[in-house]
Structure formats: structure tokens, C-alpha cells
């Protein structure tokens, strides 16, 4: 009992208040899988704690546990916040594979177009679409990347061909999918496990986008990132920002007020430019490590579009088959991409 206590303190030292909790009316506990440095802390965690804590004039105080600071494994946060083990989590729904499918067709080849119209359509997607799949927490955001880059290790990928063979991380079905389509092997991990993976050559080479490599020192683990140019990305994923239903349902009418207008639609597109901002420093630091930038050609980009069609019509039969119109979620997504367009 005494040494789980000791944990416990150590955890709890180790989460970041942004305020005075003394007189705190709503204390809040916000949890995510990555370091204190990342976008998802200093770009929307910290900011939106922050905003709460002023405009409800310390009625609210936020407290933030990175890197899991209060247990459990990436995948596990989305069941944590349901279950009131933390109050708020940052998490991806595609950790948790044909859960959330409704929401994962933004993940699927070659939808994105950027960061900042592609997270104001999820945004609206999941409204008009998707509420019913995340009925048991209370959402406050859903946000994508920016176009997902592939980072190599003793690999070059300069077109279609290259990618036979090779173990490759995929962080969600869909791209895993598509992964395979070009004749690579995907392999399934949460973000904070791909350094490891790297340095032990358990994968060749990751999809993620620049902006996670600085907190995970990738520059220094790969020597190669191929860039898909074009209209469309490669991919993204599907970030969710969450409340637990019964915290949010609490709260007085007030507080509940001040939160909202903190969330969803009102700070979508601010998010979505955030993470396309945080791409530079990643890049750069590729650069500066004497790593090779290769912008895959255009030909070479229409032939993992042909490859990956299949993907998506298998999302689209499957939608269809569990009762939901796929092809129409597919062209909603599409056009609220469109609609977002800068």
C-alpha cells in the first residue's frame, strides 16, 4: 500500500498545473501519450487550460499528465476517460482499430489536403455525422496533422516499387491498408514506441508528420523522408479531444458555456494551422542532420493512387454493410475538405 502511494505522489508531482487550485469551483485532470514538448501539450492542451482557467476567473484549474503519467497505455485512454479514471484525454480513435470507423474515413489515402481544412471538416463531419459513435464521452475537438511524410531507415522511397518488403509503422487501419497496397508490411505501434523500433531495426522506416520527429529525435534514427506532393497528402490521422461525460455534465451552465466556446468549431481551424506551423522545425532538423528530402514524383504518386483505390471502396462496402451509407460519408468528407479549402 505504501510504495502504490508513493507512486501515486510521484505521478502527481509530475503533472503540470497551470494554475492555483486553491480556489478552484471544477478541477480538471488532462492526459495524453506524448512528451511535455509536443504540439499536442504546448499547441492545444496548454493554451485551452490556460483559457479556462482565466475566462472562468480560477473557477476552473487544469492540471496535464504527459507521456501517461497516471498509467496505462496509449490505446487505453480513450476507455479512461469514459471511465472518469481522467477527466479529459488527447488520443486518437483509430488506436483503437473499427471502433470509431465512421470518423476514420479521413484517415483513408489521399483525403487531406492540409491541417487547417481538413480539421475543420472532421470537426464538421462529426457533427452532422458521427455523434453517435462517440455517444459515451463528451467531445470537445477533433483535429488531423498535417500530410503524413515517410521516414526511413537505410531505405530510400522515391516511388511505388521501393516499397516491397519493407517493415513500415502505420498508425491506423487505413494507412496500414494502404501500406500493404504498395507492397509493405505494416506494423501497428502507438507513436512513443517508434524510436525503440528504429534503433533495433524491428521497422525500416515510420508515416508520421514532421512535426512529431523533433520531441522523437526521428532525424537522428533515419536518413531519408520521402514527401508526397499533389492535392492530396498521403494520409493523416484523426486526433480526438475529449471530456468525460459525466465531468462535462457537472458542470454548471456557466462553466459549461466557457469550455464550449474553447472547443470544436471555435478553435478547429486555429488548431489546424497550429499543426501545419509545427512542421517546419521537424524539417529543418531532417535538413540540418545531413538527411536526403525527396519529393516523390507525380507519376510515381497517381500509381500508389491507383494501388490504394481499393482501400477505399473496402471502407465504403464495409460502411455499408454494418447499415451506414459509405459512399455518402466518403463524398460528405470530401466535400467538407473542399468546402475548407484555403
Partial sequence: MLVKRLLAGCALAAGLSLGTASAAEVE????????????AQTQLIEPWAKALEEQSGGRIHVTIYPAMQLGGKPPQLIDQV???VVDVVWTLPGYTPGRFPKISVFEL??????????TQAAQDYYEAYATDEFAEVHPLLFHVHARGVLHMKGHEINGMADFKGLKLRAPTRPIGDALAAFGAEPI????????????????????????????????EL???????????????????Y???????????????????????GNIAAKIGQAWE??????????????????????????????????VIDAWVAEMTKNG???????????????????
Avoid: C
Fill in 28 to 39: 480538471l485532470t488532462v492526459m495524453h501519450f506524448l512528451s511535455p514538448k509536443a504540439p
Fill in 82 to 84: 469514459r471511465d472518469g
Fill in 109 to 118: 489515402p489521399f483525403m487531406i489536403n492540409d491541417a487547417v481544412a481538413t
Fill in 188 to 219: 501497428f505501434m502507438p507513436v512513443p514506441q517508434m524510436p525503440e523500433a528504429l534503433s533495433k531495426n524491428v521497422i525500416d522506416g515510420t508515416v508520421v508528420p514532421w512535426e512529431v520527429t523533433t520531441s522523437l529525435k526521428l532525424a
Fill in 222 to 240: 533515419t536518413d531519408s523522408h520521402t514527401e508526397i506532393l499533389g492535392d492530396r497528402g498521403l494520409y493523416t490521422s484523426v486526433f480526438l
Fill in 242 to 264: 475529449a471530456m468525460n461525460k459525466a465531468k462535462w455534465d457537472s458542470l454548471p451552465d456557466d462553466l459549461k458555456a466557457i469550455v464550449a466556446a474553447n472547443s470544436g
Fill in 277 to 310: 506551423d509545427a512542421e517546419k522545425p521537424g524539417r529543418e532538423a531532417a535538413i540540418a542532420h545531413g538527411n536526403k528530402i525527396i519529393e516523390m514524383p507525380a507519376a510515381e504518386v497517381e500509381k500508389l493512387k491507383v494501388a490504394s483505390q481499393p
Fill in 324 to 342: 451506414a451509407d459509405g459512399a455518402m460519408l466518403l463524398q460528405a468528407a470530401r466535400d467538407l475538405i473542399q468546402k475548407h479549402q484555403m
